[in-house]
């Protein structure tokens, strides 16, 4: 069995807003404290694998917090999706495996979505893009791509510079004592 998580990650180190956000929303998390420029949001409601329960709170934060916001699902190791939002907006979107849900779909499809030279931007790494491309396209579940979507959201959070502890981690976990190297569990907010 693969693993399920979902994470925010928000460009801002103003924990102090991102937990007023995360109250506003009167929703349940664990906020890290901030490592790479950023702050990551470990959702309770989120790992429902609800799609809509994880656009609703990325798209407040990033608007309440006035900055941009990566919302990452994994599903069973299989599939990695993720929402970017700016300024609350929606400004990419991406599916490592788009027709995983779909049975009459060609299950070799490749990824759909992703703007890996927007990504890049956002995060400051522009110069970076075609590394981002090439992860965002690899393809899924093979020797020559990513066997498992975890090694692509973890090289995806090098080439973006973003907190690493990301990858592979969701409030779930963490609160069954699955921290992972990096993440300090005595630092994490509890909201």
Same mark, same amino acid.
């Given at each position: ?17 991102? +937990?007023?956000?995360? &109250? ?17 949001? /470990?959702?309770?409601?989120? *790992?429902?694998?609800? !799609? ?21 699902? =994994? ?6 999706? @993720?929402?970017? @939002? ?8 991406? =599916?490592?495996?788009?027709?995983? /849900?779909? *049975? ?28 981002? +491309?090439?992860?965002? &396209?690899?393809?899924? $579940?093979?020797?020559?791509? /990513?066997? /498992?979507?975890?090694? &692509?959201?973890?090289?995806? !959070? ?10 592979? !981690? $969701? @409030?779930? @976990?963490? +609160? ?16």
């Amino acid at each position: 069995m693969g693993s399920f998580y979902t994470n925010i990650t928000l460009k801002t180190t103003d924990t102090d807003r991102v +937990e007023a956000a995360v &109250r506003q929303a009167r929703r349940v998390a664990l906020i890290a404290p901030p490592d790479h420029g950023c702050t990551v949001v /470990f959702d309770e409601a989120s *790992e429902s694998q609800d !799609t809509e329960v994880l656009q609703a709170l990325a798209m407040h934060l990033s608007r309440a917090c006035k900055c941009p916001a990566l919302a990452v699902l =994994n599903h069973d190791d299989d599939l990695l999706a @993720y929402l970017l @939002y700016d300024g609350g907006k929606l400004v990419d979107d991406y =599916n490592s495996a788009p027709s995983y /849900f779909d *049975e009459a779909a060609d299950p070799g499809a490749p990824p759909t979505g992703g703007d890996a030279q927007r990504l890049s931007t956002i995060f400051g790494v522009s110069a970076r893009a075609a590394d981002v +491309e090439r992860i965002l &396209r690899a393809p899924t $579940g093979t020797d020559d791509g /990513f066997v /498992f979507a975890t090694e &692509r959201h973890h090289e995806l !959070t090098e080439v973006l510079g973003i907190p690493g502890f990301a990858a592979g !981690t $969701g @409030y779930n @976990y963490v +609160e069954e004592g699955e921290v992972p190297d990096g993440l300090d569990a005595a630092a994490l907010r509890r909201v």
